[in-house]
């Protein structure tokens, strides 16, 4: 018999002016991997941190096995049982595996029984769970997917029975998520309970046995995941139902406009990252660069945009060579060429998070005219321009004078998009375009990206999403460590056949 | 944590009750401390208003100071804005003066405006270059300007004693200064402006200076906001991955934000050399620089803030003064004390009360909406 081990009732969270969580209803039971699925902004993560004592609800009890419990901090959720693995991991670096678990938790001053006992239990977890980690390594040598395991093996050993798992697998690579996957079903096996926060339905349909839709802050469906699919939780998330393939015309592509050659790249350690790429991409076609994190895509994206040096190799732009190792054209500079770039990171790099949005419309672009003209910014033309653009793009709030970090992150990208596709560029680099970004903006955000190739610009993507590359490429190439490991046309490849290159096993 | 919607809230009650609530509590326990000090702090109070506005020497005085500490306030605004913690005020003021007298006496035979003129010029310049080397470091080699320039402070304190006593000093006197300039050079004095409406008052170091101070905010509010320097300068600060993203070079924006601050504190160097003292003495920026830091911080490091914080300073000098001259128990530390409080209040601690402040505020609007 199932018993529920998490009841959440009437659970109500603002934040301002903004109804974050209302009026939530939530049942997860014991020995369940229970999915919460929803758009970014629907609400999923507050109400978890609300779970794990981050925020306090305004209104709602929430009981645990039963018994009506107050959270003021994450450490009566741990009293209760409940732990959590953030999106990113609250880990010290420098410090050992154990180190990092027994962290406030340490119960003497100079070690040694405890420490003794805590090495022997979590050997014990360790094993129990297959977790295979090595109490003893630094958590700055390890890989993302094994410091997300000391984050588990931390709230195992804090004695949890319900594991929250924010976004776990945004991070990781496709074999890092499968060995993920397998530690959570055996976390299940053992009894424990685990709510899986996402919003990729892929993971709901392998892994949940029940999943709840969260829609705009309200729990908008329960059911189990046995009894629905993809395209019905998809539509519940945004409320209508949604093309998870795009249309798109016939490819009629052009010349050559943009062309690498034997490009190699070093990043800031001086190591060498891209080995002699060659790419070629026409006019009218969009060539999708496939590959897992850290293969070398973003120092590439980096040299091609002109922010990094290029160690060897050119970099041609309708037949001229715009970089190499000697003469190389700035941002800028290739900016007024015609080359424009959406950055994998907009809040490291896109954007400067703290300016209005009109500043960051012209971000790049404010040394042009009607923005500036001897120097002086025109407030008005900048005004003008950016409440057009705003409208054009629908940004929400259209509002250019709000601070842009008050924007949410799908809104955020629309303000980089509508900048750099305004100036109608003739070859577009664009990095994780829909990255933390909800449904319904990645619908639009690829329609556009489409409509700029259809006009004829040659578009380079690079995205780890291999939906995304597939869905929108003519072309994919797939790269890994540093070097193009294989080219297809995008008519009948399959996503196994790009996994297995994005993997480097052939 | 009580949470306040920040768009609900009026900019009256963040821009002005909250700093004044903060500045109240701060002279409240500046009270205590002089009270402890066995005075009573009614009175203090009532002389440091009576010193800085009672007569009109004394306000002169208020306003004098307030000019320094504009110059200053706004040298480290402007570095600040491309995120370069300028502590160098203070060498950079010196270096500034020496440009100044230099052009001044060596182009004495040039009519008197346009001496002024090159002379504010050689103070931006000189300024300017006392921080160009710290600025070429921080962007060349990484070397953090916080100690480069504090260490240049040092540097010119030292260059300075050695020019005035090996190098440029009166030699008919025996302190270490330079000459004085021929007097048609001297700036108008407030004095003399009063003596033309036929007023006749004391000596005071106010001068026109005062107004350079003034054109100075303007020019910096310009700079930073409406112009594309300042965009850059404030894009390369925020976030300077994204300023190299954008083709705006760190480097040029990290040399430029510091010789314009550096400029602006060397023209610290025109009022006490031009407006004051008509030749360098030994240490003429006394302190300014760093006050300056305190003054650009409660200001926000905008000019419209940093001019009444740059005031309130000038109060408390002017003030302070008259207190440490009629209470014997007071001495000059005791205000060093003083202003350390406020810069804790309206600084370190300026959010201390902000939250309840705003909310009780948005409560009250919110209720009178509804009546």
Request: charged share 20%; with cysteine; proline share 3%.
């Amino acid at each position: 018999m199932v018993s529920p081990i998490l009841e959440l009732t009437n659970i109500n969270k603002s934040f301002g002016h903004v109804h974050a969580n209302k009026n939530i209803n939530l049942t997860i039971n014991k020995g369940t991997i229970h999915g919460i699925i929803g758009e970014n902004g629907a609400g999923k993560s507050t109400l978890m941190s609300i779970v794990f004592g981050l925020y306090q609800a305004n209104s709602g009890t929430i009981k645990v096995n039963g018994n009506e419990i107050n959270l003021r901090s994450p450490k009566d959720s741990i009293i209760n049982g409940i732990g959590m693995v953030h999106q990113h991991f609250m880990l010290v670096e420098n410090f050992t595996v154990l180190e990092n678990i027994i962290l406030g938790f340490e119960g003497e001053l100079v070690f040694g029984k405890n420490l003794e006992k805590a090495k022997k239990d979590l050997k014990n977890l360790c094993d129990t769970y297959k977790l295979n980690i090595d109490l003893n390594s630094t958590i700055s040598d390890l890989s993302v997917g094994f410091r997300q395991r000391v984050e588990i093996l931390k709230s195992l050993y804090r004695g949890a029975e319900i594991l929250i798992l924010d976004e776990p697998t945004g991070v990781l690579t496709p074999q890092e998520v499968d060995e993920l996957f397998k530690i959570l079903r055996s976390l299940k096996e053992e009894g424990k309970t685990i709510v899986l926060i996402t919003h990729k339905l892929i993971e709901i349909m392998d892994l949940t046995s029940e999943v709840s839709v969260m829609r705009q802050g309200e729990m908008v469906g329960h059911t189990k995941t046995e009894n629905t699919n993809k395209e019905q939780l998809a539509e519940m998330m945004v409320g209508r139902s949604v093309l998870l393939r795009l249309d798109k015309s016939e490819v009629k592509t052009g010349d050559v406009i943009f062309k690498v050659e034997n490009l190699t790249v070093k990043d800031d350690l001086d190591v060498t990252r891209v080995k002699k790429v060659n790419l070629e991409i026409r006019s009218g076609e969009i060539l999708g660069l496939a590959g897992v994190t850290g293969n070398g895509q973003t120092e590439l994206l980096e040299a091609l945009s002109g922010i990094r040096k290029v160690e060897s190799g050119e970099i041609y732009l309708e037949g001229k060579k715009v970089s190499d190792n000697q003469n190389f054209l700035d941002p800028r500079e290739l900016k007024e060429k015609g080359l424009a770039h959406v950055p994998e990171d907009r809040q490291r790099m896109g954007l400067v998070t703290d300016f209005k949005a009109y500043e960051n419309l012209i971000f790049g672009y404010h040394d042009q005219q009607p923005f500036s003209k001897s120097s002086i910014l025109n407030h008005r033309d900048i005004i003008s321009h950016s409440k057009k653009i705003m409208e054009e793009y629908d940004v929400r709030p259209q509002s250019p004078n709000l601070i842009t970090s008050n924007f949410s992150g799908g809104n955020q990208q629309k303000i980089i998009l509508s900048r750099e596709l305004n100036e109608k560029p003739k070859v577009l680099l664009v990095g994780q375009p829909t990255r933390g970004v909800d449904i319904g903006a990645i619908e639009f955000i690829h329609q556009r990206l489409i409509d700029m190739r259809d006009k004829g610009a040659a578009i380079l993507l690079v995205s780890v999403e291999l939906d995304e590359v597939l869905s929108l490429s003519d072309r994919i190439v797939v790269m890994f460590d540093g070097k193009i490991v294989g080219e297809k046309e995008n008519k009948n490849v399959t996503d196994r056949e790009l996994g297995l290159l994005m993997a480097g096993v052939v | 944590m009580t949470t306040v919607d920040k768009s609900k809230v009026p900019w009256w009650v963040s821009n002005l009750i909250v700093p004044l609530v903060n500045l109240i509590l701060a002279l409240f326990v500046s009270g205590l401390f002089i009270f402890i000090a066995g005075e009573n702090p009614y009175e203090a109070v009532r002389l440091i208003i009576y010193g800085s506005f009672g007569y009109i020497e004394g306000f002169a005085y208020t306003l004098y100071y307030t000019t320094n500490f504009i110059f200053t306030g706004l040298a480290f605004a402007v570095a600040f804005h491309c995120r370069l913690f300028n502590i160098g005020g203070e060498g950079q003021a010196y270096i500034g003066g020496l440009g100044v007298f230099l052009v001044a006496i060596n182009f004495s035979f040039l009519p008197v405006p346009i001496v002024w003129l090159l002379a504010v010029a050689g103070a931006v310049v000189f300024g300017a270059t006392w921080a160009f080397i710290p600025a070429y470091l921080q962007a060349t080699r990484g070397s953090h300007v916080v100690i480069t320039t504090i260490m240049f402070n040092f540097i010119a304190a030292s260059l300075m004693v050695f020019l005035l006593v090996d190098v440029i000093r009166d030699t008919t006197q025996m302190g270490p200064h330079t000459i004085a300039l021929p007097e048609e050079q001297w700036f108008p004095s407030f004095e003399d402006f009063a003596a033309l409406l036929g007023i006749k008052i004391r000596y005071s170091p106010l001068n026109i200076s005062f107004l350079l101070a003034i054109a100075a905010s303007v020019f910096v509010w310009f700079l930073v906001w409406k112009t594309r320097w300042g965009y850059e300068m404030r894009a390369v600060g925020h976030n300077t991955q994204a300023a190299i993203y954008a083709g705006i070079s760190p480097y040029k924006n990290i040399i430029i934000a510091m010789c314009i601050s550096g400029g602006l504190a060397g023209l610290l160097g025109v009022n006490e050399i031009l407006g004051v003292h008509h030749k360098i003495v030994a240490g003429f920026p006394a302190g300014y620089g760093f006050t300056g830091i305190a003054v650009a911080l409660m200001g926000r490091n905008h000019p419209i803030g940093i001019f009444p914080a740059a005031f309130l300073f000038g109060i408390l000098y002017q003030g302070g003064s008259e207190v440490t001259f009629d209470m014997p128990n007071i001495t000059r530390y005791m205000f060093v004390a003083v202003q350390g409080v406020i810069i804790l209040f309206s600084g370190a601690l300026e959010n201390l009360f902000r939250p309840q402040i705003e909310n009780f505020f948005v409560n009250r609007l919110n209720l009178k909406a509804k009546a």
